[in-house]
């Protein structure tokens, strides 16, 4: 059983084009996230949404867009892809605010943008 | 901005031995996590300690906190090849939801 999953797993596209990302947890958490980690493995928060709704924004260009369609699921819109959003895309899931407010992460998607 | 930041940024031991890492931040936190993560995978909780905590163990995982000086360890001991992997630590302020991630220590356990 796959608590927290990712589609697709790897992603290779042109610059200019939209894609998206798919998330899903089947754990029961109320709060989701999007992180990027960077080819130097530095990993920064993007997003997070707790029961639909966007608690985290952090410094991201428009062109990406969250939409959460219900607390199981968070997906990752990004229009017009730059070659520097080429990344690996880490959802996560936790129970927050709680005593076990660790983060159950994805596998991972892998962004190549050519 | 990047909280917490890990040292060194690489180890490489041989199996049987302790790998120690450190991670320095800069603002008050509520909790301080560690994770892992194995090539090509996600990341994995290990253990979490509370700002009012000091040590705490987990199996072969020591960590400890000192507030004073903003800073955690981790220390895996009798590593094993298993070990290899990028370890992180992860804070969270006290008022925060989110964790702030290092950029991480990349361990090598040689057979």
């Known amino acids: 059983d796959t608590a927290v999953s990712q589609t697709p797993k790897y992603l290779v596209t042109q610059m200019g084009n939209d894609k998206s990302i798919k998330c899903e947890q089947n754990l029961g958490h109320d709060t989701m996230y999007w992180y990027k980690q960077d080819s130097k493995k530095f990993l920064k928060i993007m997003f997070s949404?707790?029961?639909?709704?966007?608690?985290i924004n952090e410094t991201v260009p428009n062109r990406f867009s969250p939409k959460s369609p219900d607390k199981a699921h968070l997906n990752l819109h990004i229009n017009s892809l730059e070659l520097g959003d080429s990344a690996v895309y880490f959802c996560a899931s936790s129970q927050v605010p709680s005593r076990r407010e660790t983060q159950y992460f994805g596998p991972g998607t892998r962004l190549l943008v050519l | 901005s990047q909280q917490g930041e890990e040292d060194p940024q690489a180890l490489s031991i041989q199996e049987g031995e302790n790998a120690t890492m450190n991670c320095s931040y800069k603002t008050s936190i509520n909790n301080l996590q560690w994770y892992r993560q194995n090539s090509g995978r996600g990341l994995v909780h290990l253990i979490l300690i509370r700002s009012n905590e000091r040590e705490k163990h987990s199996g072969r995982l020591r960590v400890t906190l000192d507030t004073s000086k903003k800073s955690s360890s981790l220390l895996i001991t009798a590593s094993r090849a298993a070990d290899t992997a990028s370890y992180f630590c992860a804070t969270r302020g006290r008022n925060d939801y989110k964790l702030s991630f290092g950029a991480g220590t990349t361990v090598t356990v040689r057979a």
């Open positions: 949404y707790n029961n639909k709704e966007l608690i």
